[in-house]
């Protein structure tokens, strides 16, 4: 359980700022923060795992992935357990998956699979927190009170190069009558680092002819130079009113990225042009929302882009399960609907990374918020669930990382024999994020401050080192 204090602090936060003050307090020995800091880093460096990964695909099944129904089954379980698929063997000796994920087995000595992801979040707006920030959420909705996003700390650090955003989300928005339910999760954004860390969120289908980035995107009658020009004009009068505002500058980094986003795109336009791509390579990915959308992350990083998160579509279509949230004909729709476009893309992101050359620098990331109910017809949360399907359950689920200093061909943790709770070595989400943190070559003592001025450690959890080379 989640603890607060009056200030509605976390314990996380309110243990990483103790940290920063008992560091300020060794300056009285002669060690203060910057040597402490300097130290940490340097033992990091000395890693061949740390640092390996320049970019992130983090791959986010929204809805939460029934996990003994896709790389942790039960064959032995009770009926109720096991369900109705079976495992099949991968190219690595005693690591069996899914039948229904028959290109990813054979791509499993690439793959780390962690069995024993836990926390306690059955709700996916706040759920979602935990996985894409390693933090539990806080207590506030206030999206600027939450935690950063992997993504947006990359930003404030600086990472990425070229005129390209460091931090791209995509979330499809397909033509449907389903709710948005993704609009609201928390951890999407750059929380207490402020607005000008946010990601570049797309919407746009990308399988639709008409795909396009919308931020990107300069009205027909305004020129790159007009554009310009009117940039200057405007830096000049800006630069008069900070002599007598000091509150605007988060406005003014928020208008100077637009403004190299705007003229970006006359440059690199080609960066979301998938019609470069061969139609054999658009087809490898899968002709649809999904697919497309992993294609493109595949182009930013290439690019230089730091972090690119994709988001699962709903496919709108009535009366099936809307993303990974099986409450109803959990293996209809698994099946016939999730994990077929789940494996093409994984499988065809990973090959299409190696060929590239690009797979030892680019970290891979598939999960969901949390995983499914240990027994068909469980109840444990308000939405319940229909005799074919699962409830909401974060007591046990996984997570798998490929490329980018990742041990391939590893499973790590394990679960009890009802998939129910780990069985040995619980990860919690702030760990697995800082095994990603330690990928990208974030310090474990990395701090950054929030927009008023206070320091944060920024991955307070400890990587696990038996899923790095």
Known sequence: ??????????????????QLLRAGGLSLFGLGLPKLLESAAAQQSQD??????????LLFMWGGP????????????????????????????????CEHFPEISKRVHELAIVRS????????????????????????????????????????????????????????????????????????????LGGVYDPLTIDHD????????????????????????????????????AQHVTSFDAHDANRRRAIGLLTSAAEQRGAFDLDE????TRERYGLNPHGQSVLQARRLVERGVPLVTIFWPSDGIKNVSVYWDTHSRNFI????????????????????????????????????????????????????????GRDHWPGCYTSVLAGGGVRGGTVYGKSDRQAAFPASDPVAPRDLIATVYHALGVPAGQTLNDTSGRPHFVRPGTAIRDLLT
């Open 117 to 192: 992801m836990t926390h306690t979040d059955v709700n996916h707006t706040s759920g979602t927190h935990f996985m894409l920030t390693g933090e539990p959420p806080p207590p506030i909705t206030d999206v600027r009170v939450q935690w950063p996003h992997v993504g947006s700390v990359l930003a404030g650090l600086g990472r990425g190069s070229g005129a390209l955003p460091p931090f791209v989300s995509m979330r499809p928005e397909l033509e449907n009558d389903v709710p948005r339910f993704v609009e609201q999760s928390q951890g999407q954004f750059a929380g207490w």
């Open 48 to 57: 061949t795992s740390f640092g390996r990964a320049k970019s992130c695909i």
């Open 277 to 280: 791509e061969p139609k054999a």
């Open 206 to 241: 990308p399988n639709r002819d008409d795909y396009h980035v919308a931020d990107l995107a300069l009205q027909p009658e305004i020129s790159v130079r007009r554009l310009l020009a009117r940039n200057e004009l405007r830096a000049s009068l800006n630069q008069q009113l």
């Open 333 to 388: 729709d698994l099946k016939q609907r999730l994990m077929p476009v789940a494996d093409q893309a994984f499988s065809a992101l990973l090959d299409d990374l190696s060929q590239r050359g690009m797979l030892d620098e680019t970290l891979v990331v598939w999960t969901g918020e949390f995983g499914r109910t240990p027994k068909v017809g469980q109840r444990n949360s308000d939405a319940g669930a229909g005799k074919d």
């Open 66 to 97: 029934a996990h003994q129904d896709t790389w942790d089954l039960k064959p032995d379980a009770p009926v109720e357990v096991r369900g109705e698929f079976n495992p099949i063997s991968t190219r690595v000796p005693g690591i069996q998956i």
């Open 1 to 18: 359980m989640k603890k607060t204090c009056c200030s509605g602090l976390t314990d996380s936060t309110l243990f990483a700022r103790r």
